[in-house]
């Protein structure tokens, strides 16, 4: 941080300086607060009342400055941070395994955060916080795509009638029929598709390398002939990959299309990060 003060040339930003001396702000970022310690509650058990105000402001600047397109993604991200947190979570799969969770809903395709809320270890169900998260955009006719962590029948219902459309993996335990579950668990031929249907509420079944169930009112049962890179085995024993047609649902096709908003928006503040540490070095 002091680097932005620093007066030789490769580093020198007049800007800075022009408002106040490094000192000062070091010493005012030690006492900085967006909250009234004193005006906390004494039977509080809200945990981000000293930061709600901030977030939010923030949220509020996300939704005015910019209209989201139609395709929308829910993802969980993590915000890195080692410090003492009673909400603090770990996951050894991802690269940094300590951090703050977030629920963040995103666009598909730029990975523009439009929402986000903070988990805290309890509070909301999984309803209420994709409802809260889709409150400002519904009837708009967005839709939105979820993986089995959200997913389940009566979500996609109770979306659908305030104008939100669906798609997604699901736990075939939330809401699919008896026979359906039944069916996943027996063997199934590659690339066979089973489904059933209420309303405009389609729960399909496809076999690859294993049973995708998913869940989906964008889509009917239809296949789709897509490429993708198949490891084979060459006349002289050696393996390689190589491109071939498959047949995949729609539903999936579009489901892995636009999945990524949040993963975009990870991968972009990491590369942000990787140029501010080489800055340092």
Known sequence: MRMYWQTNKPWHARFFNMFM???RFQHTGQFFHTFNNNA????NTEKMIKVRPVMNYLKHRFQEVNSPVKELCLD????????????????????????????MLAESTSGYIYGF????GIGQTIMETVTGLMRPLLNKGHHLYMDNFYNSVTLTEKLREVGVYTCGTIRLLRGAPKDLQHIAKTKIDVDTTVYRRKDNTFILLWKDKRVVSMITNLHNAD??????????????????LQQVVVNKLQAIVDYNKFMKGVDHFDQMVKQADVQTESKTV
């Open 21 to 23: 001396t490094s000192r």
């Open 40 to 43: 906390v509650p004494v039977n």
């Open 76 to 103: 969980e991200g993590t915000m890195a941070w080692r410090g003492r947190l009673s909400f603090k979570v770990y996951n050894p799969n991802k690269p940094d395994k300590y951090g703050v969770k977030l629920y």
């Open 117 to 120: 809320e903070v988990y805290c």
């Open 223 to 240: 296949i789709n002939r897509v490429q993708k890179r198949k490891r084979v085995r060459r006349p002289d024993g050696t393996t390689g």
